[in-house]
């Protein structure tokens, strides 16, 4: 009897550490990826006097993408093998030596938004837009190479309007963690293609 119980302990230990182990990430046998975080595209009109959007409603959108930043910088498990880095802070690095010719792409008052060019400082970007769909509105998630701009892996969800704005941001990035998974599968997908 007490080698049964031995062998069970011994067992579910095993099977513990295993469940363990896997999702610890090794972040010191791969290079560091940089990850650029911007703001949400906002592809809602501004609302008028009388649109059954209110002007509150609307102003939700903008902190969309602050819940997506926030879920990838804080909770995501893989977080301690990436560098984070402000949207603005790589469109600044890229602008250099040129820095005082710097130009954002603005969506109504603070937003700034990757545009459609290379950025080499970023290995990859995290972006997204809400756009009006049906009755109601759709978030897009975006993870795309900071160079070529290909995209590596997109997601999109019903926008909720009975909660806050960061917390739908919060929900649409749950399709990216861990964030170094996507990005680790994308390029051995690639080196699978360009070895062929």
Do not use: H
């Not at 049964?4 to 046998?29: D, M, P, R, V, Y």
Request: aromatic fraction near 16%; charged fraction near 20%; proline fraction near 5%.
């Amino acid at each position: 009897m007490y080698y049964k119980n031995s062998i069970t302990l011994l067992i579910f230990l095993l099977s513990w550490s295993g469940i363990l182990f896997a999702q610890n990430w090794e972040c010191e046998k791969c290079p560091r990826r940089s990850i650029g975080l911007f703001d949400c595209d906002v592809q809602v009109p501004k609302p008028s006097w009388g649109d059954p959007l209110s002007l509150s409603d609307w102003l939700e959108f903008n902190f969309i993408a602050s819940g997506i930043n926030a879920e990838l910088f804080s909770n995501d498990p893989s977080k301690d093998c990436l560098s984070f880095y402000d949207g603005q802070f790589v469109l600044a690095a890229d602008s250099l030596p040129d820095f005082d010719s710097l130009s954002y792409q603005i969506n109504y008052n603070w937003q700034n938004l990757p545009g459609s060019g290379s950025l080499s400082y970023a290995d990859y970007i995290v972006y997204s837009e809400i756009f009006p769909s049906g009755s109601g509105y759709e978030i897009t998630v975006y993870l795309e190479t900071g160079k070529t701009r290909e995209i590596v892996s997109q997601n999109t969800i019903q926008y909720n309007p009975a909660i806050a704005g960061i917390n739908n941001g919060k929900n649409a990035a749950q399709f990216l963690k861990p964030l170094l998974g996507k990005i680790r599968d994308f390029e051995s997908k690639r080196e699978i293609y360009f070895q062929m």
